[in-house]
């Protein structure tokens, strides 16, 4: 996968994790990442992804190539995690700006990688989306996959395809990401190991990732079950939980449902159609929806209350599962995630050893299962 430009298929996440994957082909080299600024609302209050015209100081190197820096910043009231992750990783990150559909994108990845000199894609994405078909019921949020794929093929520049961590999105199980996996024919590539790892674990002190913070907290010998997101959603972290896979773009798009539409489609407007007509929604429609429902949250004023309120959350969780995201914490506990840092802070004088970002344990007595590579 050398001299590649990766593409992160669901934006801020997927480029920790495709850092992480260049990292292992070309150690210590700068990496060249296209990702979209599509931050959750815990973040971002705006529903759906940021354009190009959403932030300040990006540097555009030629049209269509927009480098975010860490002096690049977000029009208020936007919000953005990729400033700051430009600064921590050994990576290039640049905009994806998917408001001129997947022919907008496919221009946009072809002058990145003529800028950047490279002659091929690699698109990344943790838990397994971006290989559904888009019929399946447990798949909540297709958009940001089936686009990246449409406009990484309308390239028509060689792209391989790379899963990692099966599952861990809380949308298709586990069990059927492999099974889509292996019908596509996927190689299995080397599982992430816990040294690949570590040098990336403390993003997730900050970033709200939950797919990729649960991949490199499976590499480090985390193993059960963990609830995820704000619906709680159950997500399994096994042996295979490490696993990467990897593909031609040809096969995914064979059996990929949205792509024959979204191929001519030249705004995002187009694309949620096409999404709502498979899917009856969007995930975009979500995020309206529940961005109605935040304002006016109630906000803890005091650490007695917060840690009151974290007991309170832990018991209930302890119930059905081994660990709960920080960000479903922080959800549950109606705690601003800007606040993360304070937080965190809490939770390590409560019990240091239950905290390992991205998870919180919710049983003391268990530990992680080491992880060796193999």
Not at 269 to 292: A, C, F, L, Q, T
Request: charged share 25%; with cysteine; aromatic share 6%.
């Amino acid at each position: 996968m050398t001299g590649a430009l990766y593409v992160a298929a669901g934006g801020g996440g997927d480029a920790i994790a495709a850092a992480i994957l260049a990292n292992r082909e070309n150690p210590g080299e700068t990496a060249n990442i296209a990702t979209y600024a599509w931050d959750r609302l815990i973040i971002d209050p705006l529903p759906g992804p940021r354009s190009a015209a959403d932030f300040d100081n990006l540097t555009e190197h030629a049209p269509n190539v927009w480098q975010i820096t860490p002096e690049t910043t977000p029009k208020p009231p936007a919000g953005s995690t990729l400033p700051r992750l430009s600064g921590e990783l050994n990576a290039r990150l640049f905009l994806l700006d998917p408001h001129g559909g997947a022919i907008g994108m496919a221009e946009q990845l072809n002058s990145i990688t003529r800028f950047v000199g490279v002659p091929r894609l690699v698109l990344v994405d943790v838990g397994g989306d971006l290989i559904a078909r888009g019929t399946e019921s447990d798949l909540r949020s297709p958009i940001a996959d089936a686009l990246a794929l449409a406009a990484c093929a309308l390239t028509l520049l060689p792209c391989d395809i790379v899963v990692a961590g099966p599952g861990v999105d809380g949308e298709l199980p586990e069990s059927q990401v492999i099974e889509l996996s292996n019908g596509l024919g996927c190689v299995a590539l080397h599982p992430l190991a816990a040294d690949e790892a570590k040098p990336f674990t403390k993003l997730f002190e900050w970033h709200p990732s939950e797919a990729t913070g649960l991949w490199t907290a499976a590499a480090l010998g985390h193993r059960g079950k963990v609830e995820i997101r704000d619906a709680g959603l159950p997500v399994m972290l096994t042996d295979a939980t490490p696993s990467v896979q990897s593909t031609v773009i040809g096969k995914a798009l064979s059996t990929n449902v949205f792509f024959e539409a979204l191929k001519n489609s030249r705004s995002l407007k187009e694309v949620e159609h096409v999404v709502r007509n498979v899917r009856g929604g969007s995930e975009i429609d979500y995020e309206r929806r529940k961005s109605n429902r935040r304002k006016n949250k109630f906000e803890y004023k005091s650490t007695a209350e917060i840690s009151v309120k974290i007991a309170e959350i832990s018991r209930d969780a302890s119930l059905r599962a081994d660990y709960i995201t920080i960000r479903r914490l922080s959800e549950l506990a109606d705690y601003p995630y800007q606040r993360i840092s304070k937080l965190l802070e809490l939770l390590r004088a409560l019990d240091a050893v239950r905290l390992t970002p991205p998870l919180w344990r919710l049983n003391s007595s268990r530990s992680p299962i080491p992880h060796t590579r193999g």
